[in-house]
Antibody, heavy 118, light 107 residues
Framework: EVQLVESGGGLVQPGGSLRLSCAASGFTFSSYWMHWVRQAPGKGLVWVSR????????SYADSVKGRFTISRDNAKNTLYLQMNSLRAEDTAVYYC???????????WGRGTLVTVSS | AIRMTQSPSSFSASTGDRVTITCRAS??????LAWYQQKPGKAPKLLIY???TLQSGVPSRFSGSGSGTDFTLTISCLQSEDFATYYC?????????FGGGTKVEIK
């Protein structure tokens, strides 16, 4: 089955760190660009970051630049998001998503909830 | 950065209705526009890309049109499973940007 499964979310204090993972299966992971998209409670979708197929190029939203790092391990079919210096406004469901080289997202995971609170 | 504006933000409709949702880009994006459907507690689902190309498996009652700055998503005959929130997204340039969403509720 073609799927993405996120993990690693949870409750963290402001200023803390968390690493999200996204396990891919059922397709050739190393052929696709991958992204993280987040959704604050009751709000809309916001793109966070992307990485190209071999991991040599990354891009970030201004709101997370310098604090978040996207990476991937194609041998393990896994995407990561290292989140440092977390803020209350980072509270959201984080989705990993696949794009086929254009920029629309044709496969999404179920998401993992990150809550930043003291 | 390109901003995407959807209208309306929400509305009520009945099963069988023809509904249209509008998305406007702050600058021209050619046809680099996608539409997604999201149900509560679920991940978004791709419906349409390249403004008018139906994703595999999506019912033909969904259609998209437009280019440049103005786009529409039309559901020709609303079904019970179509009550959801719909988002447009531009992928013409980075950062990719979503509209604020349109919630379609049952009348």
């Amino acid at each position: 089955e073609v799927q993405l499964v996120e993990s690693g979310g949870g409750l963290v204090q402001p200023g803390g760190s968390l690493r999200l993972s996204c396990a891919a299966s059922g397709f050739t992971f190393s052929s696709y660009w991958m992204h993280w998209v987040r959704q604050a409670p009751g709000k809309g979708l916001v793109w966070v970051s992307r990485i190209n197929s071999d991991g040599s190029s990354t891009s970030y939203a201004d709101s997370v630049k310098g604090r978040f790092t996207i990476s991937r391990d194609n041998a393990k079919n896994t995407l990561y998001l290292q989140m440092n210096s977390l803020r209350a406004e980072d509270t959201a469901v984080y989705y990993c998503a696949r794009s086929g080289g254009y920029g629309y997202f044709d496969l999404w995971g179920r998401g993992t909830l990150v809550t930043v609170s003291s | 950065a390109i901003r995407m504006t959807q209208s309306p933000s929400s509305f009520s409709a009945s099963t069988g209705d023809r509904v249209t949702i509008t998305c406007r880009a702050s600058q021209g994006i050619s046809s680099y526009l996608a539409w997604y459907q999201q149900k509560p507690g679920k991940a978004p689902k791709l419906l349409i890309y390249a403004a008018s190309t139906l994703q595999s498996g999506v019912p033909s009652r969904f259609s998209g049109s437009g280019s440049g700055t103005d786009f529409t998503l039309t559901i020709s005959c609303l079904q019970s499973e179509d009550f959801a929130t719909y988002y447009c997204q531009q992928y013409y340039s980075y950062p990719p940007a979503f509209g604020g969403g349109t919630k379609v509720e049952i009348k």
